[in-house]
T-cell receptor, first 110, second 120 residues
Framework: GQNIDQPTEMTATEGAIVQINCTYQ??????LFWYQQHAGEAPTFLSY??LDGLEEKGRFSSFLSRSKGYSYLLLKELQMKDSASYLC???????????WGAGTKLIIKP | GAGVSQSPSNKVTEKGKDVELRCDPI?????LYWYRQSLGQGLEFLIY????????KSGLPSDRFSAERTGGSVSTLTIQRTQQEDSAVYLC??????????????????FGPGTRLLVL
């Protein structure tokens, strides 16, 4: 079967750095997405990786290793507003369907 | 429009009633997706449209669920004879296209605010 694993919940301190891991087992690979979802709101796009390596976007970076079926989202200089769920999604063999992880709830403490 | 819109934002209905949920995608987006999300859970894929056709209905939970898209734009998701287990947030997303991968600009899905459905 196809599945994506993420930690259920993580806690970090304001101003610190946190790394959220995502491992996947899918039929084929055509890209990996990270989304942020605040409680009661819709997911919003954060990053996309299709090649191995690190993509940096301001305080957020995303890393991919296709050989290991592994990605992480790195959040630096954490702010209280970063408290949210972070969803990892993989595009496998399907032309359109994403396989979604259950999300990691990130709690930021002052 | 500027983003994906959905209506109603909240819907409370009685078990056994039919409900219709609407999604208006971003103008020019040919691909449209419906998802369901239960409290604290991940996204459950329901159906995908490319233009007006739905090549993949595999995620629809039962034959009580149906969806259509007209004019390559607005889509409606209909749930007949609602059950309490249908209670969830129904999310719609659109993307420029549904492709084979490799281009985030074409394939990134943009979500609407969702419809919160409660079946009593």
């Amino acid at each position: 079967g196809q599945n994506i694993d993420q930690p259920t919940e993580m806690t970090a301190t304001e101003g610190a750095i946190v790394q959220i891991n995502c491992t996947y087992q899918t039929s084929g690979f055509n890209g990996l997405f990270w989304y942020q979802q605040h409680a009661g709101e819709a997911p919003t796009f954060l990053s996309y990786n299709v090649l191995d390596g690190l993509e940096e976007k301001g305080r957020f970076s995303s890393f991919l290793s296709r050989s290991k079926g592994y990605s992480y989202l790195l959040l630096k200089e954490l702010q209280m507003k970063d408290s949210a769920s972070y969803l990892c999604a993989v595009k496998g063999d399907s032309n359109y369907q994403l396989i979604w992880g259950a999300g990691t709830k990130l709690i930021i403490k002052p | 429009g500027a983003g994906v819109s959905q209506s109603p934002s909240n819907k409370v209905t009685e078990k056994g009633k039919d409900v219709e949920l609407r999604c208006d995608p971003i103008s020019g987006h040919t691909a449209l997706y419906w998802y369901r999300q239960s409290l604290g859970q991940g996204l459950e894929f329901l159906i995908y449209f490319q233009g007006n056709s739905a090549p993949d209905k595999s995620g629809l939970p039962s034959d009580r669920f149906s969806a259509e898209r007209t004019g390559g734009s607005v889509s409606t998701l209909t749930i007949q004879r609602t059950q309490q287990e249908d209670s969830a947030v129904y999310l719609c997303a659109s993307s420029l296209s549904g492709g084979r991968g490799g281009s985030s600009s074409l394939e990134t899905q943009y979500f609407g605010p969702g419809t919160r459905l409660l079946v009593l």
